[in-house]
């Protein structure tokens, strides 16, 4: 079940997601509870908000509309042990690309060159 993913709406009397509900599903459930599943993994940007690279990355994936999971990383390289583990290096911009099985690190040019390819619509 590698990159299952899942959402449950709990909605007491469901009056507000009762139509959400009914689209989705095209029925009622009970008390309103609703599971969501779905295979999709999100792309994990590590980073520090100060970084500019790591801001131009950013941008790139809002102007590509692509959802993405951040994983902030300390200012101090040193720190970093979370992004040795995941990437053999310290450097950030960082993209994790799960689904793909593709890291690209330390390079803010050649993320945005592969969100272009993989993800531009």
Do not use: H
């Amino acid at each position: 079940m590698d990159g299952m993913w899942g959402i449950v709406l709990a909605a007491g009397r469901g009056r507000r997601v009762e139509a959400f509900i009914r689209r989705l599903s095209g029925r009622l459930c009970p008390k309103q509870f609703f599971a969501f599943t779905g295979r999709r993994t999100m792309l994990e940007l590590y980073q520090f908000e100060e970084c500019p690279y790591c801001q131009i990355v950013r941008t790139r994936l809002t102007d590509l509309g692509i959802d993405y999971l951040i994983r902030n990383e300390p200012r101090d390289k040193q720190k970093r042990e979370r992004l040795q583990r995941i990437s053999d290096q310290k450097g950030v911009p960082t993209l994790v690309d799960p689904e793909r099985g593709v890291v690209i690190p330390d390079d803010d040019e050649k993320i945005i060159r592969y969100l272009e390819e993989q993800y531009q619509k």
